[in-house]
């Protein structure tokens, strides 16, 4: 049966106020229990300056990542915000097939939907909320102010957010809808 419903459309930004802006970068222990920064061909949105690598590839803002060839395991923290922002990129992810994305859990909007229910191999909902990072690499004194998740996409990558050891639930997604 169907319910109707009114659908959030977006993945939304972070909550805090004090957080204006879409710029944050991973703590570094999250990429160093997912195999590491060398684990990742690419990173297609990475900060210009970046205290430490998440991939051995970066695309930044002035490359323009949407419009560059992706290739290889794929790390991606996409710019926070709305689903005009965050949509695209994991459009691109999910038609990509290989490599891991940390977003929101934002489990009930129509972009989630379409791009983590209907089309990922692999869940890993974090415990607690994440503390990303500025720029510089200082940590941010507020939490993200909304729970987080990491997403497999593609066999490798579930398999690694099974045994990465990171505190959380993982949920392996078992046939698309």
């Given at each position: 049966?169907?319910?109707?419903?009114?659908?959030?459309?977006?993945?939304?930004?972070?909550?805090?106020?004090?957080?204006?802006?879409?710029?944050?970068?991973?703590?570094?222990?999250?990429?160093?229990?997912?195999?590491?920064?060398?684990?990742?061909?690419?990173?297609?949105?990475?900060p210009i300056d970046r205290p430490w690598d998440f991939?051995?590839?970066?695309?930044?803002?002035?490359?323009?990542?949407?419009?560059?060839?992706?290739?290889?395991?794929?790390?991606?923290?996409?710019?926070?915000?709305?689903?005009?922002?965050?949509?695209?990129?994991?459009?691109?992810?999910?038609?990509?097939?290989?490599?891991?994305?940390?977003?929101?859990?934002?489990?009930?909007?129509?972009?989630?939907?379409?791009?983590?229910?209907?089309?990922?191999?692999?869940?890993?909902?974090?415990?607690?909320?994440?503390?990303?990072?500025?720029?510089?690499?200082?940590?941010?004194?507020?939490?993200?102010?909304?729970?987080?998740?990491?997403?497999?996409?593609?066999?490798?990558?579930?398999?690694?957010?099974?045994?990465?050891?990171?505190?959380?639930?993982?949920?392996?997604?078992?046939?698309?809808?």
């Amino acid at each position: 049966m169907k319910m109707e419903r009114q659908g959030r459309l977006g993945i939304g930004g972070h909550h805090s106020p004090i957080m204006l802006k879409d710029e944050w970068l991973t703590p570094p222990e999250i990429i160093a229990a997912l195999g590491g920064a060398l684990s990742f061909d690419l990173d297609p949105c990475a900060p210009i300056d970046r205290p430490w690598d998440f991939a051995k590839e970066h695309y930044t803002i002035l490359d323009n990542g949407l419009l560059k060839r992706w290739h290889g395991r794929v790390w991606l923290n996409p710019p926070y915000g709305g689903p005009v922002i965050v949509g695209p990129w994991l459009r691109r992810m999910a038609a990509h097939g290989c490599g891991t994305a940390l977003i929101f859990a934002r489990t009930e909007t129509d972009l989630f939907f379409e791009t983590v229910w209907n089309q990922a191999t692999a869940l890993l909902f974090l415990h607690g909320r994440l503390f990303f990072h500025h720029a510089d690499g200082t940590r941010a004194n507020n939490n993200s102010g909304a729970p987080s998740v990491l997403i497999a996409y593609g066999a490798r990558d579930a398999e690694v957010l099974r045994t990465c050891g990171l505190d959380g639930r993982f949920i392996e997604l078992t046939e698309a809808a």
